[in-house]
């Protein structure tokens, strides 16, 4: 069974950093990409970072710069450090697994509260 397990999500205060991972585990597939959504109460989810098998990156305009987003070497693991933090990225933010067979797998999601 395939499972994806975010971690790193906390309260912190407007300015602060926090670091994101996501692990793949049961399956032996292959990735083509792993990607972070958020949610904000009363929104939709929204695209927030994504990177190829190949290393490309994508961002949503209002994270560049702040977020960046990486792998490890087997590319069943990715992270999102996120700095620079601002009160409108409060949200619970997932994680999602898209394998060479371009099927896709979600995790439970971690909460990223920025107060002060």
């Known amino acids: 069974e395939v499972q994806l397990v975010e971690s790193g999500g906390g309260l912190v205060q407007p300015g602060g950093s926090l670091r994101l991972s996501c692990a793949v585990s049961g399956s032996t597939f292959s990735t083509f990409a792993m990607r972070w959504f958020r949610q904000a109460p009363g929104k939709e989810r929204e695209f927030v970072s994504s990177i190829l098998s190949d290393g490309r990156t994508s961002y949503v305009d209002s994270v560049k710069g702040r977020f960046t987003i990486s792998q490890d070497h087997d590319k069943k693991k990715a992270y999102l450090q996120m700095n620079s933090l601002k009160p409108e990225d409060t949200a619970m933010y997932y994680c999602?697994?898209?394998?060479?067979?371009?099927?896709?797998?979600w995790g439970q999601g971690t909460q990223v509260t920025v107060s002060s």
């Open positions: 999602s697994w898209i394998t060479n067979t371009r099927s896709e797998f």
